[in-house]
C-alpha cells in the first residue's frame, strides 16, 4: 500500500509540474552605434562610431565583455576626418538576468588614433552603466554609457565620454 501511495505521489508530481522555461544563453556577439565625444583627448572633436561587442557569461551575475569601436572623429587642426580604432575588454555585474538586464561595469580600453603623417595612443579605464532587454530568447536591444579617462606618456589625463545603442544575439 505504501508503495502504492510513493508511485501516485510520484505521478501527481509528475503530471502537475509546470513546464521548464528556456534559460537565456551565455554568450553574445552585437552590433552597436554611438557618439565618442573625445573631450579634446588626442585634440580630436567628438564623432560617431560603429561598434562590434560580444559577451561571455560567467556566474553569478557577472558578464566578461569586449566592445571595439570604430570612430571617425574630426581633426580640428586640419578639419579632415580620422580613424579612431578603440577596442575594450571588461567585465560587468547584471542586476538583474532576466528579459531585463540593467548593468554596471568596468572597461580596460585602447585608443589608437590614424592620424595622416603621426598616430596617437592612449591607454584608459573607465565605468560604464547601461542595460540590455530581450525581444526575444536570444536578441536582446541596449543602451550604454561610458567614461573612460586616457593616459598617454607626457601629457595629461584625458577623458572620453561614449553613448551607444545597440543589438546582440545570443547562443
Known sequence: MRTLFCALGLAVALFGASPAHAQFANRS????????DFNRTGGLEGGFFVGFDASYYIESGF???????????????????????APSVGIRYLFLEETFRPYAGTDLSYLFVFKSGSTGQYVGLGP???????????VSLGLRGQYIFYIALNEKTQSSLTFSAGAAAYF
Open 29 to 36: 556577439l552585437g552590433l552597436s552605434f554611438g557618439y565618442m
Open 63 to 85: 558578464d566578461l565583455v569586449s566592445l571595439t569601436k570604430l570612430s571617425f572623429p574630426r581633426d580640428p587642426a586640419t578639419g579632415k576626418r580620422v580613424v579612431g580604432l
Open 128 to 138: 560604464n552603466l547601461g542595460f540590455d532587454y530581450f525581444v526575444t530568447d536570444t
